[in-house]
């Protein structure tokens, strides 16, 4: 058990990771809109998101043409869900975490998959 919490903790250690997770904590998000809201490369998100559902801290649900990582609580992951409340309660306590939590309400995963193959084309 003790070694799940140390996992968990050095998993939430990092800035980006803890963003993340603060987001997810409020709801399902993909890749291309945790790309947008935090303004990362795609690769950064990626690594960020394994390192996260490695802890055990998340789980991915695939949706086609998405994969949404959502937050893994109860018996689909060691997190207890007063540790995901008392995360979700500091959004008006940092900066940073209001405009993420902000950005997130407002973030179209449709409209940027649709600008992405524009781009590419």
């Not at 990771?17 to 490369?41: D, G, K, M, Q, Y």
């Amino acid at each position: 058990m003790f070694n799940e919490y140390v996992s968990i903790f050095k998993a939430l250690g990092n800035e980006n990771r803890l963003r993340i997770f603060h987001l997810l904590c409020h709801r399902p998000l993909c890749v291309c809109e945790l790309t947008a809201i935090l303004n990362v490369s795609q690769a950064t998100v990626s690594r960020h998101l394994m390192q996260l559902k490695n802890a055990g801290l998340i789980e991915d649900e695939k949706n086609i043409p998405w994969t949404q990582y959502k937050v893994a609580v109860g018996s689909s992951g060691p997190l207890p869900e007063k540790l995901v409340r008392e995360i979700t309660s500091i959004t008006d306590l940092d900066r940073t975490l209001k405009s993420d939590f902000k950005a997130s309400q407002t973030v179209d995963r449709r409209s940027l998959y649709k600008k992405g193959t524009t781009d590419e084309n």
